[in-house]
């Protein structure tokens, strides 16, 4: 059953849509200079109508088992800090009205921040997996 229709007939049935997801999964293949490999590195980023679009940093990984070089890691994080550096949007308030001791500005931005940690996974966690942990601070 297609999309649209399953919502109507949940809707004929009394039923209301209270949260909507849609999944996207990003690839770019990293190559490695002194091998020649590509080395297919995956990110996914969940739309909702709540949230917006959210990227799963904590997520992201190298397709596949095979062992992946120091450089073709290091390159992925690179990118990874790239992308959420342009990603951020300013708030739109003055150095002087913003709240900068504050994880947050405002309430839509505490939600969004509660979205991102619910998926968030620990640094070892990560490394089980295979995936690039965030730098430490």
């Known amino acids: 059953m297609e999309q649209a229709a399953l919502q109507q007939l949940l809707t004929e049935h009394g039923f209301e849509r209270t949260r909507h997801a849609e999944i996207s999964t990003y690839r770019l293949n ?3 200079g002194a091998s020649g490999n590509d080395y297919p590195f995956i990110v996914t980023a969940v739309s909702s109508e709540e949230d917006g679009v959210t990227i799963h940093w904590d997520e992201a990984r190298f397709e596949g088992t095979e062992s992946v070089p120091l450089q073709v890691r290091k390159a992925a994080l690179e990118k990874l800090i790239e992308l959420e550096k342009m990603l951020k949007r300013p708030t739109g308030k003055s150095i002087e009205e913003a709240d900068n001791g504050s ?3 405002d309430m839509q931005e505490v939600k969004k921040l509660g979205a991102e940690m619910k998926h968030m996974k620990t640094n070892s966690e ?3 997996q295979g995936l690039v ?4 601070q």
Do not use: R, V
């Open 126 to 128: 990560l490394m089980a």
């Open 103 to 105: 994880m947050s500005q």
């Open 133 to 136: 942990p965030d730098p430490l």
């Open 30 to 32: 990293i190559s490695h």
